[in-house]
């Protein structure tokens, strides 16, 4: 993961732009007119719609984005416009056709009901001059661009001539060409590195049912014959995604909750995206895109994920290396402040943990049980030595570190020099504080940055220095 966050990829997409129009209001009136609602409208909102929902997500994940297309001369066209700048997105190959309607989509809702959409748009294909537009504009920068996306949403943007004109511009600058398409011929993306349908989708451009892994694979094989693809990929919702290059592999999804899949499409094209230009496997690729995808569905309607996000999720999971559950000081801030704008509750505790035994994970576990997050602070080699003598640690803090992390009841541990943990828990401030129960009575350091302080028995007979005792025979 920290690969990607210092990786910044070039990456143009093309395709069909739009706006998603939202109206928000009341509905308490019928019209004395005609039998039809009367909204009040409250308030207007508008984001980018089609393409422009990729744009968001690579955005979201720190690419540096191009878009081009086709759009109107009108007022609709100057507001996608001004939308694009105000994300620091560039548009200047963006062609303008005045015989074009830029696509705007409206959709009138109260209490949280979409009670009716209407649209401005062309539909019609664009023209071979406008085409040629395109690619004359791209003809000079290709080369400079990471990854190539076509965004098709079946508006008349991405006709056959033009879609396989930046392809074969694209594949001759060894730049690669991936597609989210649309209808049932995906023979008009022939020759792009892979192409990311549904099932359905899918199904409908192989006119193969895919019921089993024998019918998945022949979908596969067959989208990679018939569009000349570098990968076949297809996105089994639920299931994951399913790869073939010489043979099929199938990746699981990680979604813990599901509550919305819109845009969700749009996600898994740019996380490939995105974890390709930094030089990803297909199995790295695919993983990461499953992580992406798992956490925009557990948002409502359509949504971005960040980097931080998908760390975060996949920490959750535990299906991250120990080494991206220790953190410093400077990341554990801005992970506390994130969780705690999203409403979790934070747990704290500390120790040496020199030689994990049942006592300590038994701890940790309790000690999780009292919030979402659990932050362990762990003492450095010298701290330890300064508390418990000379001859201790018997673990160095990077393997004790290590080896906590590991712990299912444990999401991050941050080690510290100083004798307590003081600045920690104050930098923290965490929701729980837990110390063992040999604290009852006594002060304990940073209660006051906490907003509870809760204290838990250890199991007795177990310790690191009965254990050190035993292995010694004494």
């Known amino acids: 993961m920290q690969i990607l966050k210092n990786f910044i990829p070039k990456i143009l997409v093309v395709g069909d732009l739009m706006i998603d129009h939202y109206l928000w209001g009341s509905c308490e009136r019928i019209s004395p007119e005609a039998p039809v609602q009367i909204v009040d409208i409250a308030k207007e909102t508008t984001v980018l719609g089609g393409a422009g929902n990729v744009i968001n997500n690579l955005k979201a994940l720190g690419a540096d984005v191009s878009v081009s297309s086709i759009i109107g001369d009108d007022e609709n066209g100057q507001e996608l416009i001004n939308m694009l700048n105000e994300i620091n997105v560039d548009s200047s190959n963006i062609i303008i056709d005045s015989n074009r309607k830029t696509s705007k989509k409206s959709r009138v809702i109260a209490a949280s009901q979409q009670i009716l959409r209407y649209d401005k748009e062309t539909k019609e294909e664009i023209t071979t001059i406008s085409s040629n537009k395109i ?3 791209l003809s000079g920068t290709i080369s400079s661009y990471d990854i190539v996306i076509l965004s098709d949403y079946g508006k008349g943007v991405l006709t056959e001539e033009l879609c396989q004109k930046i392809i074969a511009l694209s ?8 597609v989210d398409p649309k209808g049932r011929d995906f023979t008009k993306y022939r020759g792009s590195y892979l192409l990311t349908p549904n099932k359905k989708e899918a199904i ?13 694979k022949e979908a596969l094989l067959k989208l990679k014959t018939d569009c000349n693809l570098g990968l076949s990929l297809i996105t089994l919702s639920e299931d994951g995604i399913a790869t073939y290059d010489t ?17 969700a499409g749009d996600t898994v094209i740019a996380s490939i995206a995105f ?17 992406a995808a798992g956490v925009v569905v557990g948002k409502i309607g359509s949504a971005t994920v960040t980097l931080d996000e998908i760390e975060e999720y996949e920490a959750s999971l535990h ?10 000081f400077e990341e ?8 705690k704008q999203n ?12 030689i994990l035994h049942v006592g300590h994970v038994k701890y940790l576990q309790i000690a999780k049980s009292f919030g979402d997050v659990l932050i362990v602070g762990l003492n450095s080699d010298e701290s330890v030595s300064r508390l418990k003598g000379p001859t201790r640690p018997v673990n160095i803090a990077e393997d004790r570190a290590y080896i906590l992390a590991a712990l299912e009841a444990v999401d991050f541990v941050v080690p510290f020099s100083e004798d307590t943990p003081y600045d920690l828990i104050k930098m923290i401030a965490p929701n729980v504080l837990v110390k063992g129960g040999d604290y009852k009575g006594k002060d304990v350091v940073g209660t006051e940055f906490a907003n509870e302080l809760k204290l838990v028995d250890f199991v007795d007979g177990k310790s690191t220095t009965k254990t050190i005792q035993k292995i010694q025979g004494d």
Request: proline share 1%.
């Open 204 to 216: 409908l451009a192989t006119g193969i049912e895919i019921k089993d892994d024998e019918t998945l």
């Open 332 to 339: 554990i801030d801005a992970l506390v402040k994130r969780y």
């Open 275 to 291: 974890a390709l230009s930094a030089g990803k496997t297909i199995e790295e690729t695919a993983a990461f895109s499953n992580l």
């Open 247 to 263: 043979e099929v592999k199938k990746f699981p999804t990680v979604a813990k909750e599901v509550f919305d899949v819109t845009g």
């Open 343 to 354: 409403g979790k509750k934070v747990v704290f505790t500390n120790g040496c943990f020199d």
């Open 319 to 328: 299906k991250s290396t120990s080494d991206a559950h220790i953190k410093s």
């Open 171 to 178: 594949n001759k600058n060894g730049v690669k060409v991936l």
């Open 135 to 137: 690619i004359e504009s």
